[in-house]
Nanobody, 123 residues
């Protein structure tokens, strides 16, 4: 099995910064990409950013220029640095590991989600 554990959420004032971390563990052979989604109150879960194993990044328009995604492939860990936070960034942030190959007890390719970490931005 694969587990994703997020950390770094919290309460911050508008204009502040937070850094989220997510570590994947388990019988992982390879991970094609890691990323972050978020779900605000009463809203659907939306993409924030993704990063592939070779470093290609993709950002939602709403966070471009304010957020930076990075990863440590050796540690199967992804980070999201969020700056100039706005109240509309308030959401539960979910880590995702895409196209994870596990070989024990059998060969399998799946996507996995973390449990989520709350980010609240006060005005």
């Amino acid at each position: 099995q694969v587990q994703l554990v997020e950390s770094g959420g919290g309460l911050v004032q508008a204009g502040g910064s937070l850094r989220l971390s997510c570590a994947a563990s388990g019988s992982i052979f390879t991970i094609d990409a890691l990323g972050w989604y978020r779900q605000g109150p009463g809203k659907q879960r939306d993409l924030v950013a993704t990063i592939t194993s070779d470093g290609a990044t993709n950002y939602a328009d709403s966070v471009k220029g304010r957020c930076t995604i990075s990863s440590d492939n050796a540690k199967n860990t992804v980070y999201l640095q969020m700056n100039s936070l706005k109240p509309e960034d308030t959401a539960v942030y979910y880590c995702i590991a895409l196209r994870v190959v596990t070989v024990s007890p059998e060969y399998k390719v799946n996507d996995y989600w973390g449990q989520g970490t709350q980010v609240t931005v006060s005005s």
